[in-house]
């Protein structure tokens, strides 16, 4: 018997839930949202190129996470911006197979670059002597591509289970952007063992991760209360603090939405948009506020167009 072959060639993008006739303001918003998180990421990768004194380790992942922060909201922000400002709701099939390996790519893989980046400020309060043997630029460059290379299985195996689905009815998707559950409800088969997968795959992998990101920071956390000096305590939990606000505000939503017993389409919604937009967003600020060696980087880099100061 042959399989089913899906009929539908495009799918419409119904836009995030009870927000009929707020188009133009959120528009506005999620622009202004767009550009300042674009801006932010870019300024932080120019701080870390131009300067040697942040070629280490930590920034190496840290650059990372902003080409990673460029292009995880530009998944699904053009294409909402688009039929915010009254284009075409539309997107092909191919189209809505590519946001959906796209977004649980980078998001996997930020992810997997957060446990690495806990682990690298684990060992760097722990094991402080073997800091750069362990974090050597090899191990670096390894972990890097590990996260990217664990991050491309899950999404590749999750686009496939969703797409090799029939469809062959109808073709609204009550989302914003293609995503997992809004696609499960447009299937012409049965989906349940999918979603139980997608439970599994999606939701406790970030939560898998998270646990063991706070056994790191747990670690770290007796390190530093072992810390002498209060000057060096204060620091190194000014350091700690600015990492586990972004790390609460990366995996928070992702555990919110495919860990909810009853799915709302409105909460899910508010929480992807503050897990595609605001949280890559904020990370340039928790960063780079929190940061000397950053802030004077991106001192000297806009010292020239701003006319600031040198010091």
Known sequence: M?????VVTEFILLGIPHTEGLETMLLVLFLSFYIFTLMGNLLILLAIVSSTRLHMPMYFFLCKLSIFDIFFPSVSSPKMLCYLSGNSRAISYAGCASQLFFY???????????MVMAYGRFVAICHPPRY???MSHRACVILAMGTSFFGCIQATFL???????????????????????????LACADTSALEMVGFISVGLMPLSCFLLILTSYSCIICSIL?????EGRRRAFSTCSAHLTAILLSFMPVVLIYLQPTPN???????QILNNL????????????RNKEVKYSLRKVLQPVAFLPGR
């Open 2 to 6: 042959k399989p089913e072959v899906s």
């Open 159 to 185: 686009t496939t289970l969703t797409f090799q689905l029939p469809y062959c009815g109808p073709n609204e998707v009550d989302y914003y952007f293609c995503d997992i559950p809004v696609m499960l409800k």
């Open 132 to 134: 750069t043997v362990i």
């Open 278 to 289: 605001v949280t890559p967003m904020l990370n340039p600020l928790i960063y780079s506020l």
């Open 226 to 230: 072992q810390i002498h000096s209060a």
């Open 104 to 114: 649980h790519f980078l998001g996997c893989t930020e992810c997997f670059l957060y």
């Open 265 to 271: 389409p409105w909460l899910n919604a508010t929480v």
